[in-house]
């Protein structure tokens, strides 16, 4: 297992030689060209019971975003054949929910599942707080992994979440792995946390067994209404150093350069790709906060010889 002072160690190396063991472990294990592409969809939105303070979703606050019923599955559908002719191979499907709902709207979340999957999409979903049993249904389904984060330490933990417990966030990753289904676990920057919080995010997240498939690092997009509309952004060199010491301690993980891309240079992401960040959210929305635009991503890609962007941007 990897101590907190190990990742210290390796977070505050020179510049220079924490990029190049970054660089160095991201190619052992991956062509550093491919950077996966995920289309997120909010398949519920709104009127949360959590109180988040980063979330436009919680019902806590007056955030503007307007709740909306559990959508279709014709809807979905729908929108995961787009998100495919535009070039993702993953599909995320989000819930504003405390915890996942049982019967029928589970039973479609099912459903959706299963959709994704048959139009060839690797499928997430991130839908709260699970059961076993939902964990065991969902891989039946063919979910390819499950998306819950630990956000930040566990100490600033209750800074930012009141109606949940960081114990409650490791009781659910501890179904979904047991149910076989890969875990998508990460955090956001930004949240008022300091470097230490952060080193201890990555210090948890290197104590699951196994290790998380994937790590979303987020950046606090500030929601207006909520207690942390005003928080600092994150400084840029802070956010190449996480990804990077992400990168090293993962090396076989997808580390997702996650929200709050559009309010990065394009410098600034590419670091981040160059530091070991290999995928992406894309489309002009996240759940409900903005995202680059696709045409703005495709003359990135292109701009950075990265491939196949191009049928995105025709
Ligand atoms: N309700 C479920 C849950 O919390 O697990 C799923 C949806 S929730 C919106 C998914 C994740 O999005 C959160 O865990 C958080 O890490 C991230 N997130 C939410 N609002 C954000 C914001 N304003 N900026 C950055 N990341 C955010
Ligand atoms: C994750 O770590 N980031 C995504 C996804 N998992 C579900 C969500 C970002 C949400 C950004 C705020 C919003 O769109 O409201
Ligand atoms: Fe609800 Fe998830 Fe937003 Fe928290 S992050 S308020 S649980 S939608």
Wanted: charged letters at 25%; one cysteine or more; glycine letters at 6%.
């Amino acid at each position: 297992m990897t101590t907190l002072d190990e990742i210290r160690t390796i977070y505050q190396l020179p510049f220079p030689e924490l990029l190049w063991r970054a660089m160095s472990i991201h190619r052992a294990h991956h062509d550093p060209a491919d950077i996966q592409r995920c289309a997120l969809l909010s398949i519920k939105t709104g009127g949360c019971p959590e109180d988040c303070r980063y979330c436009a979703q919680s019902a806590h606050y007056d955030t503007g975003v307007a709740p909306t019923p559990l959508m279709t599955v014709e809807e979905v559908s729908r929108r995961a054949q787009r998100a495919k002719e535009r070039g993702a191979t993953r599909f995320c499907l989000g819930a504003a929910w405390r915890e996942s709902k049982e019967g029928a709207p589970f039973e479609r979340v099912l459903e959706m599942v299963r959709e994704v999957r048959r139009l060839g999409l690797e499928a997430c979903v991130t839908l709260g707080m699970l059961t076993e049993e939902q964990a065991h249904r969902l891989k039946e389904a063919g979910l390819t992994a499950y998306n819950h984060n630990l956000d930040t330490s566990r100490r600033h933990y209750p800074n930012i979440i009141s109606t949940r417990l960081y114990d409650e966030r490791m009781q659910t990753i501890r179904h979904v792995q047991k149910a076989g289904i890969a875990v998508c676990c990460g955090g956001i920057l930004g949240l008022g946390e300091n470097e230490e919080d952060r080193l201890m995010l990555l210090a948890e997240l290197a104590a699951l067994d196994p290790p998380p498939e994937s790590i979303p690092i987020n950046c606090l997009v500030p929601i207006p209404g909520t207690p942390l509309e005003q928080a600092a952004p994150v400084d840029p060199i802070e956010l190449v150093r996480l990804v990077a010491t992400a990168r090293i301690l993962f090396p076989r993980a997808r580390v997702r350069l996650s929200a709050g891309r559009d309010r990065m240079s394009r410098e600034l992401q590419a670091l981040c790709f160059l530091a070991g960040a290999n995928s992406i959210f894309f489309g002009d929305t996240l759940l409900t906060a903005p995202n680059p635009s696709e045409h703005a991503d495709a003359e990135m890609f292109r701009d950075l010889g990265l491939p196949d962007f191009s049928a995105a941007s025709s």
